[in-house]
């Protein structure tokens, strides 16, 4: 039990916000007042904005889930990075995932009979 | 030293009370020390606050009227009794919304005149998005709408025009045209309660644009400069005009 000392009318009086727009002359205004309004009888629920992605969380997944071997294989050893690219050379050949023919760059290495 | 026999305050709600009258509270909400601890060991429920409001004062066992008007009494929420006065001076008090005018630029602070003793203060970085590189376009002559951030006897009020936040909501410079005015500070309060009758009727009337300080500034932006000058001139008059009177001259303008 105890008393408050409470020098504004705002408190007592429950006043509404003092801005205020009418028949649309300033949307964003009116926007405000819905929102300060419903705080003062709703005692402060507060409005959680969640931003517009872009991208979707689903495509973040997947792209992040292909990020993650593309980016790895950069940082290989050379050594290792033939290796992976001969075990994809079997073929005849090349596809990349999408499917589409891969031309090579350099012919495979064989051995050259030298030529007198 | 001895005030006259106090009055219950609820007897007095809806009178005109004097300063000096002393208001008795009922006793649970008395500070008597051994009355709580006797209340808590019996186990009774604590009761809620109550709210001593403007032209009231905590003294002893009541409230001390310190301006004359009517008692007013709001039992719901945490209850509250205030005074409510007829008043044309604003006193700044803290959290209150006003409209000031700025008068002067001092480096980084400028100077709001808002109807009280001393001109405001406030700070370039009070503004949402205000950085020390992004300052705020503020020139001698705006109008700043803001709330009180320190406002007290013995200080230079202090205001700003973001909420604690950080958010503007709505707080900031006042775009351009439009027009101010000075009303008393008993009609601001009027027209800003929950279910403002001449708010509802006049925005029957024309789309417009309204800011209300609590120090007794308004400020009107309407399409033409006519519809502007009659909005005005409604504000000022209905606070001596009866609702009756009002519905007529809205009735007039709305047949014109």
Redesign the interface.
Known sequence: ??????????????????????????PE?EK?MVQ?NSKCKEEEIEVDDKMEADVSDEEMARRYETLVGTIGKKFLRKRDQRVLKDDNEDDEVDEDRNSNIIPRKKAKKMFLKPQD | MAAGLGRAAEACVGQVVLPGDLLL?PA????DGEG?RLRLSAGAA?????????G???SGAG?LVTKCGLL?H?PA??G?Y?VDSQQKRYVP?????VIGIVTAKAGDVFKLDVGGSEPASLSYLAFEGATKRNRPNVQVGDLI?GQFLVANKDMEPEMVCIDSSGKS??MGIIGQDGFLFKVSLGLI?KL???KCEI?QE??QL?????????NGRIWV???TVQQTLIIVNILEASEYMTAEQRRQALAKLSGN
């Open positions: 039990s105890c008393i408050i000392e409470e020098r504004s009318f705002v408190r007592c009086e429950d006043l509404v916000y003092g801005r205020m727009s009418f028949k649309g002359f300033n205004i405000l300060m | 509270l649970h909400y008395d500070e709580e604590p009761v809620g606050r109550l709210l001593c409001g403007p009231l004062r905590r409230l007013r709001r929420g945490p509250a205030w008090v803290k959290g209150d919304h709408y909501s709505g309060r800003l309660a929950p708010i006049l925005s024309y789309p417009f644009e309204l800011v209300l300080g609590m932006k309407a399409k």
